[in-house]
């Protein structure tokens, strides 16, 4: 692989660890000290916060994604597949959230079908 796939696959897995890890960092560390001791304005800003990162790397996961799935001839994998199927249950899931942010089991879903995902593009990655 050349340096320059090399450093696309890097974004892409930087763009899914800030995703990724940013819901385990929210869901294991600030919402239960929030939840002890409520502020729910501080609790929105960083939530907030990390939506607008979140967009930021959906944006980069979407564009590296593509790029290797059409230089290393990956369209028609049906691992790809189920994973994009999936990326657009996660968004969905997203968008539902944002409009009912009340029902706290949707960031628990979304947690969990994003790292399914995680597994398949590391059996793309590896396969």
């Not at 369209?75 to 968008?95: C, F, M, N, P, R």
Request: proline content about 2%.
């Amino acid at each position: 692989m050349s340096d320059f796939w090399l450093g696309i696959r890097w974004l892409h897995v930087i763009a899914m660890a800030f995703f990724v890890g940013g819901q385990l960092f929210l869901a294991a560390m600030v919402v239960p000290v929030e939840r002890r001791a409520p502020d729910r304005e501080r609790l929105r800003a960083i939530a907030r916060r990390f939506g607008y990162g979140t967009l930021v790397a959906i944006v980069v996961l979407l564009a590296t994604g593509a790029a290797m799935a059409s230089h290393f001839g990956l369209w028609d994998d049906s691992t790809l597949q189920v994973k994009l199927g999936l990326v657009a249950l996660v968004a969905a899931l997203i968008v539902w959230h944002m409009r009912r942010p009340a029902q706290h089991a949707l960031e628990g879903v979304i947690f969990l079908v994003s790292l399914v995902i995680v597994w398949l593009g590391l059996t793309l990655a590896h396969g």
